[in-house]
Nanobody, 127 residues
Framework: QVQLVESGGGLVQAGGSLRLSCAAS????????MGWFRQAPGKEREFVAA????????YYADSVKGRFTLSRDNAKNTVYLKMNSLKPEDTAVYYC????????????????????WGRGTQVTVSS
């Protein structure tokens, strides 16, 4: 089992930036895929972005493409989500997730394929 801990959330004005971190520990996960999802009040959880530990392929939801950037530091077992040009509609709890297989364009956004989840970090964007 992989343990995931998110950090970096907070309150920011529209147009501002935040960087979320997801620290992973537990089983070896060099072949794993990592993803970020978010859930706003009253809405379903939605895909944000995904990456693999062993490749540079990244995948983004259309709503964040060009504004959010995903990266990883394998030495620190940490994945980062840099969020720029934040909008009030980005307000949500952001969750980091891990799956025991690499992501690809067809599977990265499928929450049901991820088997480890963090507790989430709140991001609030004021207008």
């Amino acid at each position: 089992q992989v343990q995931l801990v998110e950090s970096g959330g907070g309150l920011v004005q529209a147009g501002g930036s935040l960087r979320l971190s997801c620290a992973a520990s537990g089983r070896a996960f060099s072949g794993y895929g990592m993803g970020w999802f978010r859930q706003a009040p009253g809405k379903e959880r939605e895909f944000v972005a995904a990456i693999n530990w062993s490749s540079d392929n990244t995948y983004y939801a259309d709503s964040v493409k060009g504004r959010f950037t995903l990266s990883r530091d394998n030495a620190k077992n940490t994945v980062y989500l840099k969020m720029n040009s934040l909008k009030p509609e980005d307000t949500a709890v952001y969750y980091c997730a891990s799956r025991s297989a690499p992501n690809n364009a067809a599977t990265a956004a499928l929450a049901q394929l991820y088997n480890s989840w963090g507790r989430g970090t709140q991001v609030t964007v004021s207008s």
